[in-house]
């Protein structure tokens, strides 16, 4: 073989290393690597015609598939576009690897029309930042890349800039990622601890569980017959990267989203026991409402922390109290949920979900406020993987339920998705259909922003005219979902009632291929 230049060493690096993917928005500096990544086999690359959708694609990716995915950006403006869903991502805890291309090194110090901050923009949103200096340390630095990409049980995100004269320069070598360093179990004190904190307090404690406590079905069995057990109380984080559900599993609740229902939830409790979630506060700060959910005075515990290994933790937990899951845990499975009729409610759109859900179903839930009271009905749907967005960045559903689907190839895919959340990435539709992913996304067209509404009465603030009438609601003219699908190469349908819904479910997962409903509320 040829000597290698920079790109091509990176692209042979990040096969080497176990990442199999790119999601790519390229420019001008980054042709290298793309002309690399068609001679260098092992990387396949996944075209998003907008950076936020290649962002959220590999967090995606990295919650169903466990590692990491590259994506490919175009300098600082590039990384600036994908920065929303990045954020999302970190607070999912998923490790992504961003190649972003810049300016060559003689050109950067001109003032050339996209020249930016790209260090302080990479800076704001990784963990890990590198810039390659010379095309012989590029797959060093790609390796050490990977590397950063994981923090025991969870992700976190590298960033490594790639000068334009380093991609195509000779004198490229290609590396290795190490093996990431395993997940740290929760010390013997500490387990001790919190066995006798939930055995003494009972009722009065609570075990909240998070990442990798809410994602292992296992964990969720272990940590519901503690609950069983000891009789303390079994919650888990309002927003969670992944949480198994449905028929056969223990149907953990979750904190609710608003303060009051929370600080209802969690009344009474002396002490939370934290198995890889943290300290619940509020999503925002409301007029005279308490950011710490917790009770005044209440302990903190920390049995595993989110990068810790959850389900060891929890293990060590049971054997301390002497729980046995076959014998403690009594699941109590719900009827299945008849298809609905009638009216479009929230109550009928679970309803309709939950009885067409086929089995193994990863369910991306970014339906805001249509979506809050779906958990209860979802405990009856076929066993499925829930994903929400972490970060509260809107615009993450469509593209991490590419992620997903391309994660775990040959599972179907249901993004819940609000219509004005949806129009931050709608492009993410253009990528479904060019890789015939099979992703029915669900749009709740309620022609306005719901959740803004709901928040003004949240902070106190009132609308008293059409300037604020007119920030919070999506009419004149309306949307229409059926056209923009259509328009990026996907199937779509219109439904306005419960009956028409289930059949669209139902056309919808029996396709295998991508397709929208736009559900009128």
């Not at 890349?145 to 976190?156: C, T």
């Amino acid at each position: 073989m040829n000597e290698m230049n920079g790109a091509e060493s990176l692209v042979a690096t990040l096969a080497a290393s176990g990442v199999e993917l790119c999601f790519a928005n390229p420019g001008t500096s980054e042709m290298h690597f793309v002309a690399a990544l068609d001679r260098i086999p092992g990387v396949r690359c996944v075209l998003a015609l907008f950076e936020g959708v290649a962002t959220g694609a590999a967090d995606g990716y990295w919650r169903m598939a466990g590692k990491p995915a590259a994506t490919l950006l175009h300098l600082g403006p590039g990384l600036g576009n994908g920065w929303a869903n990045l954020h999302n991502a970190r607070k999912a805890r998923s490790g992504i690897v961003n190649v972003v291309g810049d300016h060559a090194t003689d050109h950067v110090r001109f003032e050339s029309p996209l020249k930016s901050d790209l260090a302080g923009i990479a800076q704001s949103i990784s963990h890990w930042v590198r810039r390659s200096q010379r095309a012989a340390e590029v797959g060093a630095d790609g390796a050490a890349a990977v590397l950063a990409a994981h923090d025991g049980a969870v992700g976190r995100i590298a960033t490594l800039v790639l000068p334009a004269d380093t991609a195509w320069s000779a004198g490229g070598r290609a590396d290795r990622a190490a093996a990431p360093a395993p997940a740290a179990g929760a010390p013997a004190a500490t387990v001790e601890a919190a066995a006798r904190t939930l055995a003494s307090l009972r009722e009065r404690s609570v075990l909240l569980i998070g990442a990798g406590g809410a994602a292992d079905e296992r964990a969720q069995r272990l940590a519901a017959a503690i609950a069983a057990k000891t009789g303390c109380r079994l919650l888990a984080e309002f927003y969670n990267a992944r949480m198994p559900g449905g028929r056969g599993r223990p149907g953990i609740e979750r904190l609710p989203y608003a303060v009051d229902p929370s600080v209802q939830k969690l009344e009474g409790a002396e002490a939370l026991v934290l198995a890889g979630s943290v300290e619940p506060i509020g999503f925002f700060a409301y007029p005279g409402k308490p950011t710490q959910l917790k009770p005044p005075g209440a302990a903190l515990m920390t049995l595993a922390r989110p990068q810790d290994d959850v389900p060891r933790a929890l293990e060590a937990l049971a054997a301390a109290l002497d729980v046995r899951v076959e014998r403690d845990l009594v699941l109590h499975t719900p009827e299945r949920v008849a298809a609905p009729s009638g009216a479009l409610t929230p109550e009928s759109v679970a309803m309709a979900i939950a009885a067409t859900l086929p089995e193994q179903a990863i369910v991306i839930d970014e339906a805001v406020t249509t979506g809050r009271g779906f958990g209860r009905l979802m405990a009856a749907a076929a066993p499925h993987d829930w994903l929400q967005g972490m970060g509260g960045a809107i615009g993450y559903g469509l593209p991490c339920a590419v992620g997903a689907a391309i994660g775990a190839p040959g599972r179907p895919v249901l993004a819940l998705e609000g219509d004005g959340s949806a129009m931050y990435t709608l492009q993410a539709l253009w990528t479904m259909a060019r890789e015939s992913l099979p992703v029915v996304a669900v749009i709740f067209a309620n022609r306005a922003y719901r959740i803004l509404q709901g928040e003004l009465k949240g902070v106190g603030a009132q609308v008293s005219g059409p300037k604020a009438t007119d920030m919070l609601t999506l009419d004149r003219p309306a949307l229409d979902w059926v056209a923009l699908a259509q328009g990026h190469g996907v199937p779509a349908v219109r439904v306005d009632d419960a009956g028409e819904l289930t059949r669209a479910l139902q056309r919808g997962f029996a396709s295998r291929m991508p397709c929208l409903i736009e559900v009128l509320l």
